[in-house]
C-alpha cells in the first residue's frame, strides 16, 4: 500500500551507460515529478508531468527523458551517464498542477552511483 | 537560483529542548511548505501556510510566516529522538513547481 513507488533504491553503473528509474503512485494524482538532491542535500526539481503531458523541464540535459505511459507512472530514463549524474532521484505525486496548494508526497528515492 | 534558505544549516539540541528553524526566501508566495526527511529517506509533509495565514500549529510543529521579511520559522517543541532529520521549506517559487532549501539539520541527543 506504498503511496509513491520507485525502482532500484540502488543503481551503481559505469560512466557511459543508459540507465532507467521507475516510479508509480497508487493515489490517484493528476501530477508527477523528478527531482534530483545532491551531495550537499540540495533538492532541484527537473521535471514535472501532469495526466501524461510535460509540464516543467528545468534545463535538464536531454541526456535524461522522462515518460509517463500513464498518469500513475513517471519514468526516468538517463542516457550516455556521467560522474556528475551521482545523486539520489526521488519522484514524487501531488493532487494539483499548481505548486504550493497541495503537499507533495515522495517515493523512497533511487541513489544513483556512477563509476 | 535558490528561492529558500535555511538557517541554520545544522543544529544539535537535547532531547526535551525546543528546536527553532529559520527559512528565507526572496520571491512573492501564495503558500510554504515544511518538510521533513529522515536519513535514507524520502520527504514527509509536515506543515502548509498559506500567505494570508500569520501562525499554524500541528501537534509539536509551530510554524509561522512574516511575509513582509519573507522569512518562516518552524519550532518543534519538547523535541524527542525521533524527531532527528532534516528539515525543509518549500516554497512556490513561480508557477507550477516548489522550489527546496538546502535544508536544516537537526540532531536531537538523548
Known amino acids: 500500500d506504498t503511496a509513491v513507488s520507485q525502482t532500484p533504491k540502488y543503481l551503481v553503473t559505469q560512466m557511459g551507460n543508459d540507465k532507467s528509474i521507475k516510479c508509480e503512485q497508487n493515489l490517484g494524482h493528476d501530477t508527477m515529478y523528478w527531482y534530483k538532491q545532491d551531495s550537499k542535500k540540495f533538492l532541484k526539481i527537473m521535471f514535472s508531468?501532469?495526466?501524461?503531458?510535460?509540464?516543467i523541464n528545468e534545463t535538464v540535459p536531454n541526456r535524461f527523458s522522462p515518460k509517463s505511459p500513464d498518469k500513475a507512472h513517471l519514468n526516468l530514463h538517463i542516457n550516455s551517464l556521467e560522474l556528475g549524474d551521482s545523486a539520489v532521484y526521488f519522484c514524487?505525486?501531488?493532487?494539483?498542477?499548481?505548486?504550493?496548494?497541495?503537499?507533495?508526497?515522495f517515493g523512497p528515492g533511487t541513489r544513483l552511483t556512477v563509476l | 537560483s535558490q528561492q529558500g534558505e535555511e538557517d541554520p544549516q545544522a543544529l544539535s539540541i537535547q532531547e526535551g529542548e525546543n528546536a527553532t528553524m529559520n527559512c528565507s526566501y526572496k520571491?512573492?508566495?501564495?503558500?510554504l511548505q515544511w518538510y521533513r526527511q529522515n536519513s535514507g529517506r524520502g520527504l514527509v509533509h509536515l506543515i502548509l501556510?498559506?500567505?494570508?495565514?500569520r501562525e499554524k500549529h500541528s501537534g509539536r510543529l509551530r510554524v509561522t510566516l512574516d511575509t513582509s521579511k519573507k522569512s518562516s520559522s518552524l519550532l518543534i517543541t519538547a523535541s524527542r529522538a525521533a524527531d532527528t532529520a532534516s528539515y525543509f521549506c518549500a516554497t512556490d517559487g513561480g508557477a507550477q513547481k516548489l522550489v527546496f532549501g538546502q535544508g536544516t539539520r537537526l540532531t536531537i541527543n538523548p
Open positions: 514524487a505525486s501531488s493532487q494539483d498542477l499548481v505548486a504550493g496548494v497541495n503537499e507533495q508526497f
Open positions: 508531468y501532469n495526466n501524461k503531458e510535460l509540464i
Open positions: 520571491t512573492s508566495i501564495n503558500n
Open positions: 501556510i498559506r500567505s494570508n495565514e
